[in-house]
C-alpha cells in the first residue's frame, strides 16, 4: 500500500488561503488516483476533491467548487490541495487518500481508497 502523510493545516480566519500537503511513499504513487476527504465533529466523512493517476481529470463536491484546486507532482510524489476563500464550514480534519489503478467506483467514493494518511486539522474562524 501507498503511504500518506498530510500537512499545512492550521488555524485560519474566514477568507484566508491554506494549501496542504501530502507526500507519499511507495513505487507505484503515479498509478494511483488520489482523492481529499474531510471529516467535521458529528458528520460523516465527505468527499472535497480528487485527481486522476495522469493528473488530467480533477473533480469536486459543489461544496468547494471554485475555490479549491487540487494538484498533484508525481516527481515528488506528492499531491496539493490549494484552498482559497475559507469558511468557517471548511473546518474539518483533512485526509488524503489513494485509490488503486483496479479499484472501480467514482473517485467520490471512499471505499475504494485503500491508503489513507493520518490527518490534518483545518480550523478557520469567523
Known amino acids: 500500500q501507498v503511504q500518506l502523510v498530510e500537512s499545512g493545516g492550521g488555524l485560519v480566519q474566514a477568507g484566508d488561503s491554506l494549501r496542504l500537503s501530502c507526500a507519499a511513499s511507495?513505487?507505484?504513487?503515479?498509478?494511483?488516483?488520489l482523492g481529499w476527504f474531510r471529516q467535521a465533529p458529528g458528520k460523516e466523512r465527505e468527499f472535497v476533491a480528487a485527481?486522476?493517476?495522469?493528473?488530467?481529470?480533477?473533480y469536486y463536491a459543489d461544496s468547494v467548487k471554485g475555490r479549491f484546486t487540487i494538484s498533484r507532482d508525481n516527481a515528488k510524489n506528492t499531491v496539493y490541495l490549494q484552498m482559497n476563500s475559507l469558511k468557517f464550514e471548511d473546518t474539518a480534519v483533512y485526509l488524503c487518500a489513494a485509490k488503486p489503478p483496479y479499484a472501480g467506483g467514482p473517485y467520490s467514493s471512499a471505499h475504494p481508497y485503500n491508503s489513507w494518511g493520518q490527518g490534518t486539522q483545518v480550523t478557520v474562524s469567523s
Open positions: 511507495g513505487r507505484t504513487f503515479s498509478s494511483h488516483a
Open positions: 485527481i486522476s493517476w495522469s493528473g488530467g481529470s480533477t
